[in-house]
Nanobody, 115 residues
Framework: QVQLVESGGGLVQPGGSLRLSCAAS????????MGWYRQAPGKQRELVAT???????NYADSVKGRFTISRDSAKNTVYLQMNSLKSEDTAVYYC?????????WGQGTQVTVSP
């Protein structure tokens, strides 16, 4: 069984920064892809950023240049550094990992960008 535990969400003003963490219950290199998705009220869940086991990253156009996905293999943790936050970044952010053909999701962490 794989567990993903997110942390780091909260309330931040526009232009501010937050760093989300996703701690995995096993080596992050055992996952083909790990990443972050988000879901705003009334909208579908959307991809934010991913990182493969080989280190290749991918970002949604809406966050390119502002968000950075990274990992720490010693801590089995993937991070999402979010800078220059905008109100439209407000959403529940979910950590995702693919283990073989099986997807796993964290419980989600709320990010609210508001004055």
């Amino acid at each position: 069984q794989v567990q993903l535990v997110e942390s780091g969400g909260g309330l931040v003003q526009p232009g501010g920064s937050l760093r989300l963490s996703c701690a995995a219950s096993r080596s992050i290199f055992s996952f083909g892809v790990m990443g972050w998705y988000r879901q705003a009220p009334g909208k579908q869940r959307e991809l934010v950023a991913t990182i493969t086991s080989g280190g290749t990253t991918n970002y949604a156009d809406s966050v390119k240049g502002r968000f950075t996905i990274s990992r720490d293999s010693a801590k089995n943790t993937v991070y999402l550094q979010m800078n220059s936050l905008k109100s439209e970044d407000t959403a529940v952010y979910y950590c995702h990992a693919s283990f073989g053909l099986t997807p796993y999701w964290g419980q989600g962490t709320q990010v609210t960008v508001s004055p």
